[in-house]
């Protein structure tokens, strides 16, 4: 863990690297797929819409937005590479840093994932969440593959996934690098890292041919700071709800429709979230 944790953080410290590693990684799996079957599919995408967007507790955006993905997936099904965005349908008011007023800008996002699935119980995965919203419309300069702590919207979380039970997941994220605001600034002006841990729990409770309903728990704390990535002064429980997924038919399709409701007792915030699958 120490050596991959190591090898994460030389990717970040140089801005050039991390796309040719992805660049690298591509056109070895590409190769690798020309000796597999014509039936074989590496390449998936998807599309959702959403009337909110949230995360770990968070709300990431308010408003309706809309999200796609596309992945590629060994034939194994153990390796996962893909890219995740989201643009909003309605802006959010940002604050410019020159003339202080309020001016709107839309959410946009595009996250960078890869997951290696040891067997059907246990993954690990990284995540590179690049949300630029606002960037340019405050005043500052926009620059993708930036992991600056004070640039506030690069930053790489390592999680870890463990199936206890063919239905109950537990699932654990750390933030590596101290980027966009997981930092305590000191007394003499020094910004500590975080290191900030969430962990979470969630079960599916019911199920029947078309619907089920899971449950889930989740908390942020830190080993080295009193302030966390999702918390102000100490590690708290963040993330509390449960999710409704039913698969809709509409003549010979099958529309999947997830209903999160989600309550975050640090920030006295309770919301419903409404996902819908496009495909």
Known sequence: MAMFTCFLKRMIKHQLVLPAVLILITNNLLAQDNNTQNNYNPFSVSAHVKNMHTWHGFV????????????????????TFGFWGGASFSPIDVKNLETSKNVSAYYKEVSIYTKYRFSKFFFIEAVSHNNYTGVEERGDQLQFWSYDKTQGYNFVDVNFGYNITPNTLLYLATIINGGSGDYEVQKDGSLKDSWTHYFEINSKVWQNKDASLSLFAGGAWSFITDKTFYTANAGNII?????????????????????????????ERTVIQIDITLF
């Open 60 to 79: 990431v955006h308010p408003g309706a937005l809309f999200a796609s993905s596309i992945e590629y997936n060994s034939k194994n099904k153990k390796f």
């Open 239 to 267: 993330n509390v709800g449960a999710t409704y997924n039913k698969q809709i038919s509409l003549l010979d399709y099958k529309l999947p429709v997830d209903v999160t409701l989600m309550w975050n007792p640090e920030q």
